[in-house]
C-alpha cells in the first residue's frame, strides 16, 4: 500500500452501509485493528457512539465486537453527538473514542470516526497504520472471526455518560450569563442531537421549542438540519416576535447553523465573525488570529481584518483547522458549514450545541441581537457546485481544468477567489467561485465545473 491513506477520508471511514468499507466483515477488522492499536493503553476501554440511522447499531455492535476480540472493554454511551464522544474519552479515562455517523450524509450512508484518550481526532499517520493492518486482517479470510463477530451482542447505551456530556456543556457556557429568557427554534434534524438538546437548552434556560426530534432511521438530515437551514428561518420568520434565533444542527451535531429573528441564514462565518470580536474584547483571542478554510468567503477576511483580527486559511476539514489552531496558539477557528472550534477552554472538537450556546451567551452578555452582531459582515457573491466523479486525479493532471482555472484566476485577478477540490467523504469535485458579480461568478463556476464533468464526470 502506498503512503496515501485508502479507507480513512477527512473525517473517518464513509460508505454506504452494507457495502465495503461497511460491510459486516471489513468493520469488525477495522474494530480489531484498533483494538491492536490500543491494547498497550494503561485503560483497555473504548467508548462507543452512534448516530439515528437505521445501520448505526449493527454497525456499532460489530465494531465493539472487533474491539473485544483483541481484548479491548467496550462500553456504550448509545445515541450521543459525535462531539460528546470526544469529551466522554477525554473525561473518563477512556483508551478511545468511537462514533458511528455519516454525519449530514443521507440515511443509507454511514461511516466509523475515531478520538484518541485525549479527545482528539487520530492523525492521518496514525490512521494510516491502522489501515495497514485492516488490510493485513481482511487478507487472511478468518472464519473464526466472522463466528466471533455474529455472536456479539447490542450494549446498552449508558444515560449516565450522555449526562455528564449535558453538564459540562450547561456549565462551561452559562454559569456566568445565564440565558433565561432567549426564545430558540431548534432543529435537531432527527439525528443525534434529539438524544441530548432538550436536556442542555432546558437547564440553560433557554425558552426553546424542538422541531425534527423523531428519528426513524431513514429521516435523518431530510428537508431539515444544517443542510437545509433556510427551514428554521422559514419558521422562525413565520412567526414574527416569537424567537430570538433558531438553530440547526446536522446529523451527529458536530456543527450548528443559525437564522436570526428575521430568519436570516447565519452561517459559521458570521459566527467566526461575532465570535472573534467577543473573545477579542475579553482578551481570550491570542495574537488576534482566527483560523478559516479556504472555503470561508472574502467577505470575512475584510470583516476580521476591520477589526484587527488576522484570518489563516487551512485545508477544508475541521481537523486541519484544529492542526492550524494548535499550530499558531489560536484560541477560534472554524468551517463556513458551521464547525466551530473553541480552545479558549478543554474542548477538542468541532460542537454544534457547544457553538450554539456560545452564540447565545455573547447575544445575552452583549444585548444585542443576532443580526445586529454581524451587521457589518457583506459576502462576496459565491457559488458552489458540484460534480460526481468516478475518480479522483490530481487536478494539475487533467489539462483542460487546468487551463479553466487559470483563465477564472487571471480574470478575477485578485478581486475573487477559484477554489477547486475533492470532498473528502464522497466522490465529488467542489468548485467554488466568487466574484465581485453574480454574472461572472455563475459563469466561471460553470466553465470549470463543466470541464471537470467531461473529463471525469459519472
Request: charged share 25%.
Amino acid at each position: 500500500m502506498s503512503g496515501q491513506r485508502q479507507l480513512f477520508g477527512t473525517d473517518g471511514i464513509r460508505g454506504v452501509a452494507g457495502e465495503y468499507p461497511l460491510d459486516e466483515r471489513t468493520v469488525f477488522a477495522i474494530g480489531k485493528a484498533l483494538g491492536h492499536r490500543l491494547s498497550a493503553a494503561k485503560d483497555r476501554r473504548a467508548v462507543v457512539g452512534q448516530d439515528t440511522r437505521e445501520s448505526s447499531q449493527w454497525i456499532a455492535n460489530t465494531i465493539a465486537g472487533g474491539l473485544a476480540s483483541a481484548g479491548i472493554q467496550v462500553e456504550s454511551a448509545g445515541v450521543v453527538t459525535t462531539p460528546g464522544i470526544a469529551f466522554l474519552a477525554r473525561s473518563n479515562g477512556f483508551a478511545a473514542g468511537i462514533v458511528i455517523s455519516a454525519s449530514h450524509n443521507p440515511w443509507m450512508d454511514n461511516g466509523i470516526k475515531v478520538f484518541s484518550a485525549d479527545g482528539y481526532k487520530l492523525p492521518d499517520e496514525v490512521e494510516h497504520a491502522i489501515e495497514k493492518e485492516i488490510f493485513a486482517l481482511l487478507g487472511r479470510k478468518s472464519k473464526e472471526e466472522a463466528t466471533h463477530n455474529s455472536k456479539f451482542s447490542a450494549l446498552p447505551g449508558d444515560a449516565h455518560l450522555r449526562q455528564s456530556y449535558v453538564q459540562w456543556l450547561v456549565n462551561n457556557t452559562t454559569s456566568k450569563n445565564p440565558l433565561n429568557g432567549l426564545r430558540a427554534l431548534i432543529d435537531c434534524a432527527n439525528g443525534a442531537a434529539t438524544s441530548v438538546a432538550h436536556d442542555v437548552f432546558n437547564a440553560s434556560g433557554v425558552d426553546a421549542k424542538f422541531t425534527h426530534c423523531a428519528p426513524d432511521g431513514r429521516n435523518i438530515n431530510t428537508g431539515c438540519g444544517a443542510l437545509h437551514p433556510e427551514t428554521v428561518g422559514r419558521s422562525v420568520a413565520s412567526n414574527p416576535g416569537r424567537y430570538d434565533l433558531g438553530i440547526t444542527f446536522d446529523g451527529d451535531a458536530d456543527r450548528a447553523l443559525f437564522s436570526d429573528a428575521s430568519g436570516r441564514v447565519v452561517n459559521g462565518d458570521a459566527v467566526l465573525l461575532l465570535a472573534a470580536r467577543d473573545m477579542q474584547a475579553r482578551k481570550a483571542l491570542p495574537g488576534n488570529t482566527v483560523v478559516a478554510t479556504t472555503m470561508s468567503n472574502m467577505g470575512l477576511e475584510i470583516a476580521l481584518g476591520r477589526s484587527g483580527i488576522k484570518m489563516l486559511r487551512a485545508p477544508v476539514g475541521d481537523k486541519y483547522v484544529l492542526e492550524e489552531m494548535k499550530k499558531t496558539g489560536a484560541t477560534l477557528g472554524g468551517e463556513q458549514s458551521g464547525h466551530i472550534i473553541f480552545r479558549d477552554g478543554d474542548s477538542t472538537t468541532g460542537d454544534g450545541l457547544l457553538t450554539a450556546l456560545r452564540v447565545m451567551e455573547i447575544m445575552a452578555r452583549s444585548g444585542k441581537t443576532l443580526g445586529d452582531l454581524v451587521h457589518d459582515l457583506r459576502v462576496f457573491p459565491q457559488a458552489i457546485r458540484n460534480v460526481r466523479v468516478r475518480e479522483k486525479k490530481p487536478l494539475n493532471d487533467l489539462p483542460a481544468v487546468a487551463r479553466a482555472i487559470a483563465a477564472a484566476e487571471n480574470e478575477l485577478d485578485g478581486n475573487g477567489r477559484v477554489v477547486v477540490r475533492y470532498s473528502g467523504t464522497e466522490a465529488l469535485a467542489r468548485v467554488m467561485v466568487e466574484a465581485e458579480s453574480e454574472e461572472k461568478m455563475k459563469r466561471i463556476t460553470d466553465e470549470i465545473a463543466d470541464r471537470i464533468e467531461e473529463t471525469l464526470g459519472v
